[in-house]
C-alpha cells in the first residue's frame, strides 16, 4: 500500500442549501505534490479548511485521513502534522519579520534558544534576513507571503496546505515561490495546494484534481489531463490562393478558412506527424508561409470540464 499523506472518502460540505463538496475523495501520497484547481467558488478553500481541521465536514462524510491521523477522533494529531497558509496572511504587520516568526516558535512550545535557531535559520532560507528587524507591515507582498510560509514551517510540517500561494504575486515573487515549494516536497513534505492558475498546477503538481460543481470532474499528472482533451492540430498558413487550395487538396482530413487562407490538420504534434504533413506538402510543391503547432494544454482541460455547467453530467462522463 502507498503511503498515502491525505486520504479522504467523500467529502461533503453544504452551507444552507447550496452544496459546497459533494463526495470528494482525494488520496495524496506522501512526498508528493496534489493541486486542487477549480474556478472561483468551487470548494477550494472548503476542502482544505476540512482537511486542516479549520472546519467540520458535513454529514456521510466517510474517513478522513491526515498524516496516518483519524481527523474526526483524533484533530489534535492531524493539527501537530499539518501547516497551513491561507489566502488571509497570519502575518502581523506591526511586529518584525523576526518577531511574528519567535511568536510562532513560542506556540510550538519551542525552547527560547530553539526558538532564535529556527527562526534564523527560515529567516535566512527565505530571504528575509536583512529585512528581519522591519515591520512586517513594509514587506513587499511577496515577502510577506515567504514569511507567512516560513512562519508556517516552526513546527516542522510534514504535510503543508497553502491556499492560492501566488494569487497575487508577481511573475518574478510567483517563480520564487515555485522553487520554495518544490524544495519543501524534495525534503519530503507532502504539499496539497489550491490554485486559479493552470499554468501553477502545470508546473508543480504531480497530480492535479479539477475541482468544479461540488465534485472531482477529473483527475491525474498534467499530461495524463492534457490526454483527455483532443484539440491537437497543425495550421497552416498561406497568403497565396492558389497554394492554399493545392494544399486542401493534398492534403487530408483538414478543415480549411477559405478568407484567413489557413487549414487545420488534427495531429498530435508529433515528429512522425509534422513529417507526413511536411512530405506531402514537399511532394505536391506546396510551401505554406507559417506553420504552427498546437497541442492541448491545461486551459483546454480547464474549460472543457468548468464551462459547461448548464449541461450536467456531461464533463463527467467526458473524462471517466
Ligand atoms: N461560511 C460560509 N457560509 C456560506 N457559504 C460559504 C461559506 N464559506 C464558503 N461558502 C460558499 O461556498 C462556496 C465555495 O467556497 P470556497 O471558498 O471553498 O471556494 P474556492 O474554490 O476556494 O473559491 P475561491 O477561488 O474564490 O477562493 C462559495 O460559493 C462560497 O460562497
New binding site residues.
Given amino acids: 500500500m502507498t503511503d498515502l499523506a491525505i486520504a479522504a472518502y467523500g467529502l461533503r460540505k453544504s452551507?444552507?442549501d447550496?452544496t459546497?463538496l459533494d463526495g470528494v475523495d482525494l488520496a495524496v501520497p506522501a512526498g508528493t505534490i496534489y493541486a486542487l484547481l477549480?474556478p472561483?467558488?468551487?470548494?477550494?478553500?472548503?476542502?482544505v479548511k476540512i482537511l486542516s481541521t479549520l472546519i467540520t465536514a458535513g454529514p456521510g462524510t466517510g474517513d478522513i485521513r491526515v498524516g496516518g491521523h483519524d481527523l474526526a477522533t483524533d484533530p489534535q494529531a492531524v493539527r501537530a502534522a499539518i501547516g497551513v497558509t491561507g489566502?488571509f496572511s497570519a502575518v502581523d504587520g506591526l511586529i518584525t519579520g523576526e518577531e511574528n516568526m519567535l511568536l510562532m516558535a513560542d506556540l510550538h512550545h519551542l525552547s527560547r534558544s530553539e526558538g532564535r535557531r529556527t527562526t534564523a535559520e527560515l529567516l535566512e532560507r527565505f530571504d528575509l534576513a536583512e529585512a528581519a528587524k522591519k515591520p512586517a507591515s513594509t514587506y513587499s507582498g511577496g515577502m510577506k507571503r515567504r514569511l507567512d510560509i516560513a512562519m508556517t514551517l516552526v513546527g516542522g510540517p510534514r504535510i503543508i496546505f497553502l491556499d492560492?500561494p501566488t494569487t497575487g504575486l508577481d511573475p518574478r515573487s510567483r517563480h520564487t515561490m515555485w522553487g520554495i515549494i518544490r524544495e519543501l516536497v524534495s525534503d519530503g513534505v507532502t504539499v496539497l495546494l489550491?490554485t486559479?492558475y493552470l499554468e501553477e498546477a502545470d508546473e508543480l503538481a504531480d497530480r492535479i484534481g479539477v475541482?468544479n460543481n461540488g465534485t472531482i470532474a477529473a483527475e491525474g499528472s498534467a499530461d495524463e489531463l492534457k490526454r483527455l482533451v483532443p484539440g491537437g492540430h497543425v495550421r497552416l498558413r498561406f497568403t497565396d490562393p492558389a497554394a492554399y487550395r493545392s494544399a486542401v487538396s493534398a492534403l487530408r482530413d483538414v478543415t480549411g478558412d477559405d478568407e484567413a487562407l489557413s487549414l487545420q490538420i488534427p495531429s498530435d504534434g508529433s515528429q512522425r506527424a509534422l513529417r507526413s504533413v511536411l512530405d506531402r506538402l514537399d511532394s505536391a510543391g506546396i510551401e505554406a508561409d507559417e506553420l504552427t503547432v498546437h497541442t492541448p494544454d491545461l486551459d483546454d482541460v480547464f474549460f472543457a470540464l468548468t464551462s459547461s455547467a448548464d449541461i450536467p453530467d456531461q464533463p463527467k462522463e467526458a473524462v471517466r
Fill in positions: 452551507y444552507g447550496k459546497v477549480g472561483n467558488g468551487a470548494g477550494k478553500t472548503t476542502a489566502q492560492e489550491t486559479q475541482l
